[in-house]
């Protein structure tokens, strides 16, 4: 079982800036990727970004340019630094953990930006 912990959301202006944390105890050893996944309500969860345990790095399109994931392998912890941040990049904000086998995803953290 893998436990995610996520933290960095909250309220910006927009052109500000935020780093989002995903903190991940539990898991196997191996290949594997984490990463983010954002939703607004009424919509489906779309992929932002993911790194995996060989550090390739995936960037969706609407981020891409804006966005750096990276990772510290010594606390299992990815990160999501987010610049120029956009009215639609409000949305609730997922970590999650993949194999091969398996999928896991954090509680969500909430990113808003508005004047």
């Known amino acids: 079982q893998v436990r995610l912990v996520e933290s960095g959301g909250g309220l910006v202006q927009p052109g500000g800036t935020l780093r989002l944390s995903c903190a991940a105890s539990g898991g196997p050893s191996g290949y594997y990727a984490m990463g983010w996944y954002r939703q607004v309500p009424g919509k489906q969860r779309e992929f932002v970004a993911s790194?995996?345990?060989?550090?390739?790095?995936v960037y969706s399109e609407s981020i891409k340019g804006r966005c750096t994931i990276s990772r510290d392998k010594a606390k299992n912890t990815i990160y999501l630094q987010m610049n120029n941040l956009k009215p639609e990049d409000t949305a609730v904000y997922y970590c999650t953990w993949q194999s091969l086998s398996s999928t896991y995803w954090g509680q969500g953290t909430q990113v808003t930006v508005s004047s």
């Open positions: 790194i995996s345990t060989i550090d390739s790095e």
